[in-house]
């Protein structure tokens, strides 16, 4: 049995699909390269993204923030994640690493929503408030979707990235 959903209420979310994670020569690509070959990550990701847009779902960004100089030096306890993202410079601003990996590009239409420290930038919160921000649908609640697929690859907390 096949289940439709309705594109006005619906979305596919992207999270962090920065090169680094899904690129050859990313800094992560290394350690998620065995899985995302087995499972045919890529392609399924590909998959997902131009069905959506050709069923009309919307398509939107969910990026955490990209490294920058000075980022956490200050913070009392950053968590593993953010001191391993400071030590390697993974996902770093103005880099190739730091970019959208080639084959998930924002299209017109597309939400990109703001960059939030890593860990934090995930529904309800920035997707609500990306949702609600379309020009076309101001403050209109038809612009939030109701149901998200979420798409990218998990970080796990066993994992040193």
């Known amino acids: 049995m096949s289940q439709t959903y309705d594109p006005r209420h619906t979305a596919v979310l992207l999270v962090d699909p920065y090169n680094d994670f899904l690129s050859e020569g990313g ?22 993204v131009a069905s959506a847009r050709e069923a009309g779902v919307r398509v939107m960004f969910v990026p955490h923030r990209r490294w920058e100089a000075g980022d956490y030096e200050t913070w009392d306890h950053p968590n593993p994640t953010q ?15 730091g970019e959208f990996h080639s084959d ?8 990109v929503v703001q960059e939030h420290w890593a860990q ?12 609600f921000s379309r020009p076309s649908t101001p403050r209109s609640r038809t612009a939030c979707p109701r149901r998200a697929w979420i798409t990218g690859c998990r970080r796990w907390p066993w994992a040193p990235w």
């Open 104 to 111: 998930f590009q924002p299209q017109p239409g597309d939400i």
């Open 120 to 131: 934090s930038g995930s529904p309800p919160s920035s997707v609500r408030a990306a949702s």
């Open 83 to 97: 001191r391993t993202i400071m030590e390697r410079h993974s996902f770093a601003r103005g880099t190739w690493g």
């Open 27 to 48: 800094k992560i690509w290394p350690h998620l390269e065995p899985m995302a070959e087995a499972v045919g990550l890529l392609d399924h990701l590909r998959s997902v």
